[in-house]
């Protein structure tokens, strides 16, 4: 039976369409494509203590619903105090009931269940024995000298890891004047004692034991406690898997995917059969090199040996662990998501070999848009290379996987004060590097009868009901879902294959294991060509050796082992490492019709075995090429039907080959492009403090232009004019603003036009008097409050409102004399941080993002009009005065709550933030244009 045919027939049969989120336009023809579970927004699900029960399951499921939410993903976690009586034991009887019960009631409201493959994070457990746990290398030194007795007793010094059980793996002596080595391992009594010492001279002595790294699940839920297992070892797989083989046993489960969380399992350098997998795959002993792991012996030794160690370990957990469990998780109908960041390994290999590749985002970036939210003292900045966003996407677009989920808004702020507006553009930014699936960081499942705030996880942000911004969420997510309509539609449209010099990074003397984290990622991730590319209109993804060799040149492109996205030409940054197999599959490629691009020739091969043979081969090869001076810096050699260019600017040789980049960068906007049968989508972004509104070339021709608001879901057609093989649109974004572009093969004909407007006068400002009513939250605000213009709530003067968070209205009368105007911009100057507008008594729409505006003109009436503004603020102000009473909301296990700074939780010294309307709210005449 063909598992992954069975999940993916079921899933799409459980898909059903949703509600419509885009306007109707009275046409057949809609450019929105049909919305699903999974093009709107998932959330991360956290089950503190699986104390769940069927009422809250019901009702909370129904209100992410509600909220524009396509499905969570359950993790199971730490648990509340004083309520330890309802935790559930992880895969226990009651637990996977409570599990078939959210499958089922999730189906019924057309959304989809993701569960983690485990608690917390990494996988382990209770039933993972000490000889499966993660293991580490543990080497210590000895000396022996020539006419001196050796007492001591080759045993880890370490107590708890002799209690542990470490076992010596080998003794190797190293003649301390000369190359001589010999190998003791045998000479070793049970007590550890050295016997039938057969050396003369003065030695060193190097122990390896495979020790035990005693990591254990961090942030475990109930049952789930227990050591990490050795994710090197298909036994230990094996072992942490059959678990679940039983808890699954019986009815189908209606769950997608099976999620693993990025990868943390620290100072995992060894398994007890690497040894023996090290001779297999890299045809020397690397007993003989313990010395070199150690940091010792010669450094150019030091860096091939821990270069094909590296290379090893990344094979290893690539075979046993997640190619494996994929064939696992196949084998229950069921897919797999999986972060593979983190981990010791070819993070392009791993992601490739899931369902559901996921990167994440971790903190905050700088956008200079103005009036965009930065609380810059309660922020902690992103410290990742931007490429990194593009590793999962890449993986995915050059295998052919149809989604890339992202887990988004990790810390994004801290606790409490993160607002919608300052999501949209680190969302965008996800976007633009490729992802299409988005899941939230995250929802607290939390009872009802909580008092608030509820039931919170310790990182931020929490998207819960509990939060002030909840009534204006769907905002947000109609946005994300009405993009991820579009973005995961078709195949991803981008010209260059990057290859990824991961041996640069392995054939290094410092450290041992290499975690390519996320933190450290401009470090192991510097590769300035492929910046410089990716700023002036180039897109890319990148490519592994492992996947380059399954790559074909066809009719002058190269075809991934996709076989969908044909890329132009492969571009090789500067690296002093290549293997042999991925320079002889490059050549390869040129004889065969590929354009290759290298910013510089490589110095050779990596590693160890045979090095100076296979360097010779190599060098033998880069002659053969006879390449030649075209330019000053262009060297170019002729294969067979191809072309390889040298070129240091990589910038200049695409376009000495005639690829040219999409001009769209000139005014400082960012881009996407897929494309489809019907033609191609360009996502365009303005995170410029700048407005846009000029004619813009795009790398296309079509017979019809259309223009998409993805705000809104308002489109129209759009006029164009054809030069040199581009197209010119009139595009107008203001700073923070986005909009699709769709460029159809076939004439369309009775679609709407697009209305571009130019601001008028004379603008009508609302002056009120404004009324002010506190409608939700706790508070004892329930009087009526008039405003001569609109304050924040936190200018009154007044305690009570200091302390609130929720919703309050400020509503007012307007005359409008003249409604000469083609359309009528609502503008709010200042917005702490979002409103619901009504006008008339007919609600207009949620203003949540800069710019804070929105179109009016079909609710406006000649004379006089209402308007009304639903204001919500964060929730910092009323934790601000709880923390500051002394009241007690923190009440969790493990970690309970930090800050963003990883330090216990107090938000009493916090300054307070305005709340409700500032500034001017009015009205501006807009005229097409």
Known sequence: ???????????????????????????????????????????????????????????????????????????????VKGYENHYIPFLSKHWMEMLRYTCKKSASLNMGVDINNGTGWPFGGPHITPDNAASKIIIQQYKLTEGKEFSEKIMVTDKEQRNAGSELQALIAYRDKGREIQDLTDRISPDGALTKIPLLGDWTLYAAFCGKTHQKVKRAAPGGEGYTFDHFSTRALEQYLSRFDSAFDGDPLRIRCLFNDSYEVYNASWTPSFFEEFSTRRGYNLKNYIRELADAGERSIVERVKSDYRQTMSEMMLDHFTMN????????????????????????????????????????SYFPVPGLRHDSSHMRMADHDPLFLRLASSAAHVSGKRLVSCETFTWLGEHFRVALSQCKPEVEQAFLAGVNHV????????????????????????????????????????????????????LPDNEILVYWPIYDQWQQADKL?????????????????????????????????????????????????????????????????????????????????????????????????????????????????????????????????????????????????????????????????????????????????????SLIPLNVTARTFLLLDPMTGEWGKIPVREKDSTSLIRIQLLPGETCFVFAAHEEITGLPEWSYYQRSLPETIIKGPWELEFISGDTTLSRITRLESPIPW?????????????????????????????????????????????????????????????????????????????????????????????????????????NIGYKPFDASDWSILPSGLGGTVKLVPLLKD
């Open 325 to 364: 469990w994929t064939r696992w998780a196949h084998s229950h109908s069921m897919l797999t998501r999986n972060q593979a960041h983190g981990s010791p390994a070819n993070l392009l290999d791993l992601y490739a070999a899931v369902d559901i590749p996921e990167i994440e985002t971790f903190g905050s």
């Open 1 to 79: 039976m063909n598992h992954r045919k069975t999940v993916i027939a079921f899933y799409i049969g459980f898909l059903l369409i949703c509600s419509a989120l885009h306007p109707a336009c009275g046409q057949q023809f809609d450019p929105w494509p049909e919305i699903k579970a999974e093009t709107k927004p998932w959330t991360r699900w956290w089950w503190m203590g699986s104390a769940v029960d069927e009422k809250n399951l019901d009702n909370l499921l129904e209100t992410y619903a509600r909220k524009g939410f396509g499905g969570v993903e359950i993790t199971p976690i730490y648990g």
């Open 794 to 898: 936190t200018s009154l003067g007044l305690k009570e409102a200091e302390c609130f968070s929720g919703l309050a209205t400020y509503s007012a009368e307007f005359t409008v004399t003249d409604t000469y105007a083609s359309e009528y911009m609502l503008v709010i100057d200042k917005l702490y941080e979002s409103a619901r507008i009504w006008i008339n008594g007919k609600e207009t729409g949620v203003i949540w993002s800069v710019p804070f505006q929105c179109k009016v003109a079909r609710l406006l009436q000649p004379g006089v009009n209402t308007i009304r503004c639903e204001v919500a603020n964060l929730m910092a102000n009323r934790i601000r005065a709880m923390d500051i009473q002394g009241i007690e909301w923190k009440k969790f296990h493990d970690i309970n709550m930090v």
């Open 439 to 490: 899941i939230y960081h995250g929802t607290t499942y939390s009872p009802e009868d909580v008092p608030w705030p509820g039931w919170l996880f310790y990182a931020s942000v929490n998207f819960a009901p509990s939060n002030s911004f909840w009534p204006h969420l769907d905002g947000l997510n109609h946005y994300i879902t009405r993009c991820q309509s579009i973005l995961q539609s078709g």
């Open 513 to 693: 294991e290499k975690m390519v984290s996320v933190h450290e990622g401009r470090t192991w991730l510097n590769l300035p060509q492929v910046s410089d590319l990716s700023e002036n209109g180039y897109s890319f993804d990148f490519i592994s050796d492992k996947q380059l060799l399954e790559t074909k040149a066809r009719e002058g492109k190269l075809i991934t082992a996709s076989g969908e996205s044909p890329y132009r030409v492969l571009f090789i940054p500067a690296c002093r490492y290549m293997p042999l197999e991925t320079l002889t599959k490059i050549i390869g490629l040129v004889n065969d019709g590929a354009y290759v691009v290298m910013e510089q020739i490589p110095e050779g091969v990596p590693g160890l075995f045979e090095y100076k043979l296979r360097n010779r081969e190599f060098h033998q090869l880069l002659k053969k090429l006879k390449l030649s001076v075209i330019t000053i810096n262009i060297l170019m050699a002729k294969g067979t039907k191809g072309t390889l260019l040298v070129c240091p600017d990589a910038v200049k040789a695409m376009e000495y080959i005639g690829i040219m980049p999409e001009s769209l960068g000139d005014k400082g906007l960012k881009f996407i492009r897929r494309k489809s049968e019907k033609g191609t989508y360009y996502y365009l972004v303005n995170h410029t403090s700048v407005a846009v509104n």
